[in-house]
């Protein structure tokens, strides 16, 4: 079992950035896939972006490309996700998540994920 905790959420004004980390205990995170979601208020949660379990590879979705990047610390079992470049737009709680499974793949749908946090808020002022 991983018990995932996300923070580093808060109120920043756009143009701004922030860091989230997604801290893992129970288990090592060395051997999951980890990906992050977003949802925004009377939206569906959606995929924001991925990083395989050795961290060579990464995947986002269009809209954070360019502006977010996602690392991971396997010494400290502990990713992140660097926002930069914020928009309103991002506002949003965001959560971390694992893939139990070892995948070529970085898994960009929610139910692929077994393992979540609790999510932290992330709200970017205009």
């Known amino acids: 079992q991983v018990q995932l905790q996300e923070s580093g959420g808060g109120l920043v004004q756009a143009g701004g950035s922030l860091r989230l980390s997604c801290a893992a205990s129970?288990?090592?995170?060395?051997?999951?896939?980890m990906g992050w979601f977003r949802q925004a208020p009377g939206k569906e949660r959606e995929f924001v972006g991925g990083?395989?379990?050795?961290?060579?590879?990464?995947y986002y979705v269009d809209s954070v490309k360019g502006r977010f990047t996602i690392s991971r610390d396997n010494a400290k079992n502990t990713v992140y996700l660097q926002m930069n470049s914020l928009k309103p737009e991002d506002t949003a709680v965001y959560y971390c998540?694992?893939?139990?499974?070892?995948?070529?793949?970085?898994?960009?749908?929610?139910?692929?994920?077994?393992?979540w946090g609790q999510g932290t808020q992330v709200t970017v002022a205009s």
């Open positions: 129970g288990r090592t995170l060395s051997n999951y896939n």
């Open positions: 998540a694992a893939d139990p499974f070892v995948r070529t793949n970085i898994m960009t749908t929610s139910n692929a994920y077994d393992y």
């Open positions: 990083i395989r379990w050795g961290g060579a590879n990464t």
